[in-house]
Protein backbone atom coordinates (compact mmCIF):
# COMPACT_ATOMS: atom_id res chain seq x y z
CA UNK A 1 0.00 0.00 0.00
CA UNK A 2 1.26 3.48 -0.79
CA UNK A 3 0.86 5.02 2.16
CA UNK A 4 3.10 7.23 4.65
CA UNK A 5 2.37 7.78 8.09
CA UNK A 6 3.54 10.75 10.56
CA UNK A 7 3.69 11.00 13.95
CA UNK A 8 2.35 14.13 15.99
CA UNK A 9 1.29 15.87 19.11
CA UNK A 10 -1.48 17.61 19.83
CA UNK A 11 -2.59 19.44 23.16
CA UNK A 12 -5.53 18.19 24.65
CA UNK A 13 -7.66 19.43 28.37
CA UNK A 14 -5.41 16.60 30.04
CA UNK A 15 -1.89 17.54 28.04
CA UNK A 16 -0.35 16.38 25.13
CA UNK A 17 -2.00 13.53 22.85
CA UNK A 18 -0.38 10.83 20.48
CA UNK A 19 -1.26 10.84 17.34
CA UNK A 20 -0.50 9.71 13.49
CA UNK A 21 -1.79 10.75 10.76
CA UNK A 22 -1.37 8.78 7.40
CA UNK A 23 -1.86 9.84 3.88
CA UNK A 24 -2.67 8.27 0.75
CA UNK A 25 0.55 8.98 -1.22
CA UNK A 26 -0.92 8.80 -4.74
CA UNK A 27 -3.52 11.19 -4.67
CA UNK A 28 -5.33 14.54 -2.58
CA UNK A 29 -7.20 13.34 -0.05
CA UNK A 30 -11.03 12.76 -0.83
CA UNK A 31 -11.98 12.87 3.03
CA UNK A 32 -10.82 13.31 6.58
CA UNK A 33 -11.32 9.74 8.94
CA UNK A 34 -10.68 9.47 12.47
CA UNK A 35 -10.19 5.84 13.79
CA UNK A 36 -10.81 5.63 17.78
CA UNK A 37 -9.52 2.28 19.51
CA UNK A 38 -10.56 -0.23 21.71
CA UNK A 39 -11.01 -0.05 25.90
CA UNK A 40 -7.59 1.81 27.44
CA UNK A 41 -7.77 -0.28 30.41
CA UNK A 42 -7.66 -3.28 28.75
CA UNK A 43 -4.60 -2.85 26.87
CA UNK A 44 -6.41 -0.77 23.70
CA UNK A 45 -3.78 1.33 22.16
CA UNK A 46 -3.81 3.01 18.10
CA UNK A 47 -1.85 0.57 17.10
CA UNK A 48 -4.46 -2.33 18.22
CA UNK A 49 -5.01 -4.77 14.35
CA UNK A 50 -8.86 -3.27 14.01
CA UNK A 51 -7.80 0.05 14.26
CA UNK A 52 -5.41 -0.35 11.78
CA UNK A 53 -7.44 -2.38 9.48
CA UNK A 54 -9.78 0.74 9.56
CA UNK A 55 -7.19 3.16 8.48
CA UNK A 56 -5.31 1.04 6.37
CA UNK A 57 -8.77 0.77 4.67
CA UNK A 58 -9.50 4.50 4.43
CA UNK A 59 -6.47 5.74 3.69
CA UNK A 60 -6.86 2.93 0.44
CA UNK A 61 -10.22 4.77 -0.09
CA UNK A 62 -7.81 7.81 -0.41
CA UNK A 63 -8.99 9.32 2.93
CA UNK A 64 -6.71 11.26 5.34
CA UNK A 65 -6.66 9.11 8.33
CA UNK A 66 -5.86 10.13 12.18
CA UNK A 67 -5.23 8.02 14.97
CA UNK A 68 -5.22 9.05 18.68
CA UNK A 69 -3.78 7.37 21.58
CA UNK A 70 -6.58 8.28 24.13
CA UNK A 71 -5.30 9.45 27.65
CA UNK A 72 -2.52 7.37 29.63
CA UNK A 73 -1.87 5.46 26.29
CA UNK A 74 1.16 5.16 25.13
CA UNK A 75 2.25 8.81 25.20
CA UNK A 76 -0.79 10.32 25.97
CA UNK A 77 -0.74 12.07 28.88
CA UNK A 78 -3.93 11.84 31.88
CA UNK A 79 -5.75 9.58 33.14
CA UNK A 80 -8.85 7.46 31.47
CA UNK A 81 -11.84 9.93 31.83
CA UNK A 82 -14.79 7.37 30.96
CA UNK A 83 -14.99 8.24 27.29
CA UNK A 84 -16.32 11.89 28.70
CA UNK A 85 -12.45 13.73 28.34
CA UNK A 86 -11.47 11.23 24.97
CA UNK A 87 -14.77 12.68 23.07
CA UNK A 88 -13.41 15.99 23.74
CA UNK A 89 -9.75 15.24 22.78
CA UNK A 90 -11.37 13.40 19.44
CA UNK A 91 -13.02 17.09 18.71
CA UNK A 92 -9.62 18.62 19.22
CA UNK A 93 -7.93 15.90 16.50
CA UNK A 94 -10.89 16.43 14.34
CA UNK A 95 -10.68 20.24 14.29
CA UNK A 96 -7.24 19.78 13.80
CA UNK A 97 -7.55 17.43 10.58
CA UNK A 98 -10.43 19.97 9.28
CA UNK A 99 -7.55 22.86 9.53
CA UNK A 100 -5.43 20.77 7.39
CA UNK A 101 -8.16 19.51 4.94
CA UNK A 102 -10.66 21.64 4.89
CA UNK A 103 -14.14 21.22 3.38
CA UNK A 104 -13.68 17.54 3.18
CA UNK A 105 -16.57 15.01 4.02
CA UNK A 106 -15.66 13.25 7.44
CA UNK A 107 -15.84 9.24 8.35
CA UNK A 108 -16.21 8.55 11.88
CA UNK A 109 -14.88 4.75 12.80
CA UNK A 110 -14.10 3.03 15.83
CA UNK A 111 -13.98 -0.08 17.40
CA UNK A 112 -15.36 -1.04 20.63
CA UNK A 113 -14.91 1.33 22.96
CA UNK A 114 -13.97 3.45 20.21
CA UNK A 115 -17.60 3.37 18.93
CA UNK A 116 -18.81 4.45 21.75
CA UNK A 117 -16.30 8.13 21.69
CA UNK A 118 -17.05 8.49 18.37
CA UNK A 119 -21.35 8.19 18.51
CA UNK A 120 -21.04 10.75 21.19
CA UNK A 121 -18.68 12.57 18.80
CA UNK A 122 -20.98 12.48 16.13
CA UNK A 123 -24.27 13.61 18.22
CA UNK A 124 -22.24 16.41 19.45
CA UNK A 125 -21.23 17.56 15.79
CA UNK A 126 -25.01 17.64 15.20
CA UNK A 127 -25.64 19.87 18.16
CA UNK A 128 -23.19 21.87 16.90
CA UNK A 129 -24.58 22.09 13.39
CA UNK A 130 -21.62 20.50 11.42
CA UNK A 131 -22.07 18.56 8.67
CA UNK A 132 -23.17 14.88 8.85
CA UNK A 133 -19.72 12.47 9.60
CA UNK A 134 -20.25 9.04 8.43
CA UNK A 135 -19.45 6.18 10.82
CA UNK A 136 -18.35 2.77 11.02
CA UNK A 137 -18.30 0.87 13.79
CA UNK A 138 -16.67 -2.57 14.67
CA UNK A 139 -17.61 -4.66 17.50
CA UNK A 140 -20.00 -1.75 18.78
CA UNK A 141 -20.04 -0.99 22.43
CA UNK A 142 -24.05 -1.86 22.73
CA UNK A 143 -24.75 -2.86 26.31
CA UNK A 144 -21.31 -2.10 28.17
CA UNK A 145 -22.21 1.75 27.53
CA UNK A 146 -24.87 4.02 26.41
CA UNK A 147 -24.18 3.97 22.78
CA UNK A 148 -27.38 6.72 21.33
CA UNK A 149 -28.98 6.28 18.17
CA UNK A 150 -26.85 6.74 15.00
CA UNK A 151 -27.13 7.53 11.49
CA UNK A 152 -29.63 5.42 9.57
CA UNK A 153 -25.98 4.89 6.67
CA UNK A 154 -24.10 3.67 9.81
CA UNK A 155 -22.05 0.74 8.91
CA UNK A 156 -22.44 -1.90 11.61
CA UNK A 157 -19.87 -5.29 11.36
CA UNK A 158 -19.79 -7.63 14.53
CA UNK A 159 -18.65 -10.72 15.18
CA UNK A 160 -20.43 -14.01 15.34
CA UNK A 161 -18.46 -14.96 18.74
CA UNK A 162 -17.95 -11.86 20.44
CA UNK A 163 -18.27 -12.52 23.78
CA UNK A 164 -17.08 -9.03 24.86
CA UNK A 165 -20.39 -7.80 23.57
CA UNK A 166 -22.30 -9.91 22.54
CA UNK A 167 -24.29 -10.15 19.94
CA UNK A 168 -27.53 -10.14 21.15
CA UNK A 169 -26.75 -6.98 22.60
CA UNK A 170 -26.05 -5.38 19.21
CA UNK A 171 -29.14 -6.95 17.73
CA UNK A 172 -31.20 -5.26 20.86
CA UNK A 173 -29.29 -1.55 20.52
CA UNK A 174 -29.70 -1.75 16.49
CA UNK A 175 -33.31 -3.12 16.08
CA UNK A 176 -35.42 -0.49 17.48
CA UNK A 177 -33.22 2.06 14.97
CA UNK A 178 -34.07 -0.34 12.10
CA UNK A 179 -30.26 -0.66 11.53
CA UNK A 180 -28.90 -3.55 9.51
CA UNK A 181 -25.96 -5.26 11.44
CA UNK A 182 -23.40 -7.26 9.54
CA UNK A 183 -22.19 -10.29 10.94
CA UNK A 184 -18.51 -12.12 10.37
CA UNK A 185 -18.91 -15.69 10.66
CA UNK A 186 -16.77 -17.49 12.95
CA UNK A 187 -15.15 -13.81 14.46
CA UNK A 188 -14.25 -13.49 17.96
CA UNK A 189 -14.31 -9.98 19.50
CA UNK A 190 -10.63 -9.13 18.09
CA UNK A 191 -11.34 -10.36 14.45
CA UNK A 192 -8.59 -12.95 14.57
CA UNK A 193 -7.91 -14.44 11.29
CA UNK A 194 -10.92 -12.54 9.68
CA UNK A 195 -9.67 -8.79 9.91
CA UNK A 196 -9.87 -8.97 5.76
CA UNK A 197 -13.37 -9.15 6.37
CA UNK A 198 -13.63 -5.41 7.71
CA UNK A 199 -11.75 -3.63 4.82
CA UNK A 200 -13.83 -6.22 2.30
CA UNK A 201 -16.74 -4.81 3.96
CA UNK A 202 -16.72 -1.24 4.60
CA UNK A 203 -14.59 -0.88 0.79
CA UNK A 204 -17.80 -2.05 -0.60
CA UNK A 205 -20.42 -0.80 1.71
CA UNK A 206 -18.91 2.79 1.71
Avoid at 34 to 51: E, Q, R, S
Avoid at 174 to 186: C, F, K, N, S
Wanted: net charge neutral.
Amino acid sequence: MNTQIKPFFLTGDAGQLQCALSLPLSQTPVGIALVAHPHPLFGGTMDNKVAQTLARTFVEMGYATARMNFRGVGKSEGVHDNGIGETDDMQILLTHMRNLYPNLPVALAGFSFGTFVQGRLQRSLVTQQHPMPRLVFVGSAAGKWEMGEVPSDTILIHGELDDTIPLTDVFNWARPQDLAVTVIPGADHFFHRKLHHIKNLVTALW
